[in-house]
């Protein structure tokens, strides 16, 4: 059959027809897929995934896989490597690096159109879709080279490996997969002024296998995630409202109806010292030296501290100006028998 005619070292016609008909459908599927995603990406809320971008991204993988398989067709690409076609190893490569490129652009994509306030949620979301996209990609590229059968065999083989290189980067897995769930538990994120692990400070970044965070001093602390998983985490900011509790003390003599009045005033004053929940001032206790009296206010998170040192200040002035007296610890000292003081008068003549 004509087909069969062999045109030149070792191309047949048969070949040629089938390369072009690959190039063809190749070419036509990579139009397709390219114009559908952008039309596509104009009305999706998934713009991060779908756009121009991507269509490109994809109609290059197409053209260039198509040729390659159409140089396979004809036989210029079907020497064999390591028991596999030339052809599929290629393939191989362009489909993990396009996945790359395509995860990579995705990630930064999805950063850049986030919103401020939800960035570092998107951050971390745009990590865990990139790695996810690398890796099925890479287990594919495995598959499509005809390697993921002969890699069985060597991983079973390597059995004894395996197991040494299991224990040795357990603390990697273990990393990883807390991670993982401190994505899904989501007790923190960054910007968040935690307590944890025995440092305090601001969340400064998120990763897979480990966690940042600034602390007051400004000394930057890497917490491994298993670590910070297994931790009791103080969030200082997870919800929009806080307490703060401030004690006073103030001397037995004074009246105190009035200092609980003058401390009222200083809170009503305060603009960021909300009214719901309403501020309480109370006598908590009678001290060694002082009456105690309890403030607690409610103020919102991220000017907790702000508002804490500024009514502990306006409290102490306003005690002040109405004389009340703030009293310092004080002791009285009973002694059994009468002391006799001994004073020897000084300047005289020797």
């Given at each position: 059959m004509w087909l069969g005619k062999d045109l030149a070292w070792g191309i047949t016609v048969g070949g040629v027809v089938k390369a072009l008909l690959i190039l063809i459908i190749g070419y036509i599927l990579a139009k397709f897929i390219r114009r559908y995603l952008i039309n596509l990406s104009r009305t999706t809320k998934y713009v991060w995934i779908v756009n121009e971008d991507t269509a490109g991204t994809l109609h290059n993988m197409i053209v260039i896989i198509s040729l390659v398989y159409a140089l396979d067709a004809v036989g210029i690409l079907s020497y064999e490597v390591a028991g596999t076609s030339i052809s599929s190893m290629i393939s191989a490569f362009l489909v993990f690096y396009f996945s790359y490129l395509l995860a990579k652009r995705s990630k930064d994509y999805m950063i850049m159109r986030a919103p401020q306030k939800k960035l570092p949620e998107v951050?971390?979301?745009?990590?865990?879709?990139?790695?996810?996209?690398?890796?099925?990609?890479?287990?594919?590229?495995?598959?499509?080279a005809g390697f993921s059968g002969r890699l069985t065999t060597l991983l079973a083989a390597a059995g004894i490996t395996g197991i040494i290189l299991g224990f040795s980067a357990q603390t990697v897995v273990s990393n990883f997969i807390s991670g993982i769930f401190m994505y899904f538990d989501r007790p923190l994120k960054i910007g968040d002024p935690v307590e944890v692990a025995g440092y305090s400070g601001v969340v400064h970044d998120i990763r897979i296998l480990s966690t940042r965070i600034r602390t007051w001093d400004g000394t930057l602390v890497r917490i491994p995630n298993e670590k910070l998983f297994n931790s009791e985490i103080v969030n200082l900011t997870k919800y929009p409202v806080r307490r703060v509790d401030v004690p006073v003390g103030i001397a037995y003599g004074e009246d105190i109806q009035k200092a609980i009045d003058v401390i009222k005033g200083v809170l009503d004053d305060m603009p960021y010292v909300l009214a719901e929940p309403e501020p309480v001032v109370f006598v908590e206790g009678l001290g060694d030296n002082s009456v105690n009296i309890a403030v607690r206010a409610w103020a919102p998170s991220e000017k907790w501290f702000d508002v804490r040192w500024r009514i502990v200040q306006r409290i102490k002035e306003a005690l002040d100006r109405e004389g009340i007296e703030i009293p310092f610890p004080q002791r009285v000292n009973w002694f059994a028998e009468e002391l006799k003081v001994r004073v020897e008068k000084g300047g005289g003549e020797n």
């Amino acid at each position: 059959m004509w087909l069969g005619k062999d045109l030149a070292w070792g191309i047949t016609v048969g070949g040629v027809v089938k390369a072009l008909l690959i190039l063809i459908i190749g070419y036509i599927l990579a139009k397709f897929i390219r114009r559908y995603l952008i039309n596509l990406s104009r009305t999706t809320k998934y713009v991060w995934i779908v756009n121009e971008d991507t269509a490109g991204t994809l109609h290059n993988m197409i053209v260039i896989i198509s040729l390659v398989y159409a140089l396979d067709a004809v036989g210029i690409l079907s020497y064999e490597v390591a028991g596999t076609s030339i052809s599929s190893m290629i393939s191989a490569f362009l489909v993990f690096y396009f996945s790359y490129l395509l995860a990579k652009r995705s990630k930064d994509y999805m950063i850049m159109r986030a919103p401020q306030k939800k960035l570092p949620e998107v951050q971390l979301k745009a990590k865990l879709f990139y790695y996810t996209v690398v890796t099925l990609a890479f287990f594919i590229a495995l598959n499509i080279a005809g390697f993921s059968g002969r890699l069985t065999t060597l991983l079973a083989a390597a059995g004894i490996t395996g197991i040494i290189l299991g224990f040795s980067a357990q603390t990697v897995v273990s990393n990883f997969i807390s991670g993982i769930f401190m994505y899904f538990d989501r007790p923190l994120k960054i910007g968040d002024p935690v307590e944890v692990a025995g440092y305090s400070g601001v969340v400064h970044d998120i990763r897979i296998l480990s966690t940042r965070i600034r602390t007051w001093d400004g000394t930057l602390v890497r917490i491994p995630n298993e670590k910070l998983f297994n931790s009791e985490i103080v969030n200082l900011t997870k919800y929009p409202v806080r307490r703060v509790d401030v004690p006073v003390g103030i001397a037995y003599g004074e009246d105190i109806q009035k200092a609980i009045d003058v401390i009222k005033g200083v809170l009503d004053d305060m603009p960021y010292v909300l009214a719901e929940p309403e501020p309480v001032v109370f006598v908590e206790g009678l001290g060694d030296n002082s009456v105690n009296i309890a403030v607690r206010a409610w103020a919102p998170s991220e000017k907790w501290f702000d508002v804490r040192w500024r009514i502990v200040q306006r409290i102490k002035e306003a005690l002040d100006r109405e004389g009340i007296e703030i009293p310092f610890p004080q002791r009285v000292n009973w002694f059994a028998e009468e002391l006799k003081v001994r004073v020897e008068k000084g300047g005289g003549e020797n």
